[in-house]
Nanobody, 115 residues
Framework: QVRLVESGGGLVQAGGSLKLSCAIS????????VGWYRQTPGTRREWVAS???????TYADAVKGRFTISRDNSENTVYLQMNSLKPDDTAVYSC?????????WGQGTQVTVSS
């Protein structure tokens, strides 16, 4: 069974940094595109960043220059390095991945940025 589990969320002051991890487990043929999304109460989920082998990473304008998505294929883990955090970055961050041509979601990790 494919499973995505996020970790690394927490409370940080504005201007600080945080690194999220998404561990992907389960048998598969291959892992395709992976990405991070975020959502606050009462809002729809927002795309944050994506990466796929053979292509450059892409980012939402709101996080461009501050966030970096990466992946460690040997450990089947996706990361999101978040720098210069702002209160508006506060949200539940969820990992998304294509595995064996199917799409999967993690349950998310809370990131809270104080003013």
């Amino acid at each position: 069974q494919v499973r995505l589990v996020e970790s690394g969320g927490g409370l940080v002051q504005a201007g600080g940094s945080l690194k999220l991890s998404c561990a992907i487990s389960g048998s598969r043929v291959s892992i395709g595109a992976v990405g991070w999304y975020r959502q606050t109460p009462g809002t729809r989920r927002e795309w944050v960043a994506s990466i796929e082998d053979g292509s450059p990473a892409t980012y939402a304008d709101a996080v461009k220059g501050r966030f970096t998505i990466s992946r460690d294929n040997s450990e089947n883990t996706v990361y999101l390095q978040m720098n210069s955090l702002k209160p508006d970055d506060t949200a539940v961050y969820s990992c998304n991945a294509w595995v064996d041509r199917n799409n999967y979601w993690g349950q998310g990790t809370q990131v809270t940025v104080s003013s």
